[in-house]
Antibody, heavy 117, light 107 residues
Framework: EVQLVESGGGLVQPGGSLRLSCAAS????????MGWVRQAPGKGLEWVAN????????YYVDSVKGRFTISRDNAKSTLYLQVNSLRAEDTAVYYC??????????WGQGTMVTVSS | DIQMTQSPSSLSASVGDRVTITCRAS??????LNWYQRKPGKAPKLLIY???SLQSGVPSRFSGSGSGTDFTLTISSLQPEDFATYYC?????????FGQGTKVEIK
């Protein structure tokens, strides 16, 4: 079964950090572009970051550049998102997704990040 | 950045109705336009890619059309399981951007 399972979310104070993880199964992770998409409460979907198969190309939305880092471990079929210097506006459900040919075709269930004092 | 604008933001419809949702891009995205369905508590689901290609396993009552800046998602006969929020997304250029969503509710 094709599956993406996120973990690592939680409640964190402004300025804090978290590392989100996404475990992939059922497809060839090492051959896939991967990405993170988030949805803030009551808001729409927002693409956050993407990473190439070998990890050498990474792209970010401007609002997270310098604070978030996407990475991957192909041996473990796991995607990561290190989120630092968190702000209230980063509060959202974070989804891991496979970025196929110009499309997010497989999605996880999401992990909630709440930034609050 | 390419801005995506959907209309309407919400609509009420009955089972069996034909439903049309439009998506307009602030600049041409060629046919790099995708549609997703999002139900509460569930992961987004890809419905249409490349403006008009139906994702495997998606019912044929869903269809997409358009190119350039104007796109349409049509549900030919609304079913109870189709009540959800629908998002368009351009994959023409980074940053990939989504529309604000269209919530389809039961009339």
């Amino acid at each position: 079964e094709v599956q993406l399972v996120e973990s690592g979310g939680g409640l964190v104070q402004p300025g804090g950090s978290l590392r989100l993880s996404c475990a992939a199964s059922g497809f060839t992770f090492s051959s896939s572009w991967m990405g993170w998409v988030r949805q803030a409460p009551g808001k729409g979907l927002e693409w956050v970051a993407n990473i190439k198969q070998d990890g050498k190309e990474k792209y970010y939305v401007d609002s997270v550049k310098g604070r978030f880092t996407i990475s991957r471990d192909n041996a473990k079929s796991t995607l990561y998102l290190q989120v630092n210097s968190l702000r209230a506006e980063d509060t959202a459900v974070y989804y891991c997704a496979r970025h196929g040919y110009f499309v997010f075709d497989i999605w996880g269930q999401g992990t909630m990040v709440t930034v609050s004092s | 950045d390419i801005q995506m604008t959907q209309s309407p933001s919400s609509l009420s419809a009955s089972v069996g109705d034909r439903v049309t949702i439009t998506c307009r891009a602030s600049q041409s995205t060629s046919s790099y336009l995708n549609w997703y369905q999002r139900k509460p508590g569930k992961a987004p689901k890809l419905l249409i890619y490349g403006a008009s290609s139906l994702q495997s396993g998606v019912p044929s009552r869903f269809s997409g059309s358009g190119s350039g800046t104007d796109f349409t998602l049509t549900i030919s006969s609304l079913q109870p399981e189709d009540f959800a929020t629908y998002y368009c997304q351009q994959s023409y250029s980074i940053p990939w951007t989504f529309g604000q969503g269209t919530k389809v509710e039961i009339k």
